[in-house]
């Protein structure tokens, strides 16, 4: 096992070229949210503004989309006019990364467009992050792990890796999840205190940082957007992950000490996400 620390991260750190524009800093679609979820979506949107990737669309419900817009204004919007996810974004071919799952609901359309989507990703070699309903609707298709394209990251917490994954010990679940990886090339986190992140080549990269303060509803959302914009922006699945990670936890260790560990929300993440990527750059050449 590798512990993800600063060390371990400055050497894979993407820079950005004085001259440049948004177009060279890749483009996210998210995928989340609907009429009774519209939270999940404006969090994971406000995680992938602050992932250094150059634009950032929502694909969601009315009301979703009033909040993102509301909350987010550089943030592009996709109009989904259900209530829940239940057609395919236009133009899927102009991303280079795809986020999808949280807040997305279920309805009697969602699985069928929710797989038409994964093909794409596929057809098109978009890598693709995994959450929430995401892994939920997964985990109802046989053969779900055929639906998941190359060099995408899932991001489970217990509940939703024992759905993937039933009737089986922990170990067994392990076990299947590094095959996973090696037969889609993608990676696992496994969420949760010192979060693990499952890589294609067998390695294994655990989190240095986070604390309990950070299990409220919505910290998962803020980290699909983080990870889905470091994709986008360029990074592999294995360093998006690493990067993602250490920087979310950054952020709620920051809150956690000047907050306490009870009285900050997920959007509060957000707005700390800064303090992981500050110091990872700053310090990059001196070693702290």
């Known amino acids: 096992m590798i512990s993800i620390t600063p060390e371990y991260l400055r050497p894979r750190l993407l820079h950005r070229d004085n001259n440049s524009h948004k177009h060279d800093y890749g483009r996210l679609l998210i995928v989340a949210g609907c009429e009774s979820m519209p939270g999940a979506a404006v969090l994971a949107t406000g995680g992938a503004l602050r992932s250094g990737c150059g634009l950032v669309r929502l694909h969601s419900t009315g009301r979703a989309l009033q909040a993102a817009a509301n909350a987010y204004p550089s943030a592009m919007l996709s109009d989904d006019f259900g209530e829940h996810f239940s057609t395919l974004p236009e133009h899927i071919d102009r991303y280079s990364a795809i986020a999808v ?64 994954f039933p009737n089986m010990s922990d170990s067994e679940r392990e076990a299947l999840t590094w095959e996973l990886c090696a037969e889609t090339d993608c990676c696992v986190v496994m969420k949760g205190y010192h979060s693990r992140v499952f890589t294609p080549d067998g390695t294994c990269l655990v989190n240095t940082t986070g604390n309990p303060g950070m299990a409220k509803g919505g910290s998962g959302d ?29 952020a709620g260790d920051i809150l956690t000490e000047r907050c306490t560990a009870e009285a900050y929300d997920s959007s509060d993440l957000i707005r700390e996400l800064h303090g992981g990527f500050q110091k990872l750059y700053q310090n990059e050449n001196n070693g702290l």
């Open 101 to 164: 799952g949280p807040g997305l609901g279920w309805s009697p359309g969602t699985l069928n467009v929710f797989m038409d989507l994964l093909s794409e990703a596929s057809r098109l070699r978009i890598p693709t992050v995994l959450d929430a309903d995401a892994l939920n609707i997964l985990s109802v298709l046989p053969e779900w792990h055929e639906l998941i394209p190359r060099g995408s990251v899932l991001t489970p917490h217990k509940g939703e890796l024992r759905r993937l």
């Open 222 to 250: 803020v980290l699909t957007g983080l990870v889905g914009g470091l994709l986008a922006r360029g990074y592999a699945a294995p360093d998006a992950a690493a990067i993602g990670v250490w920087v979310h936890g950054y």
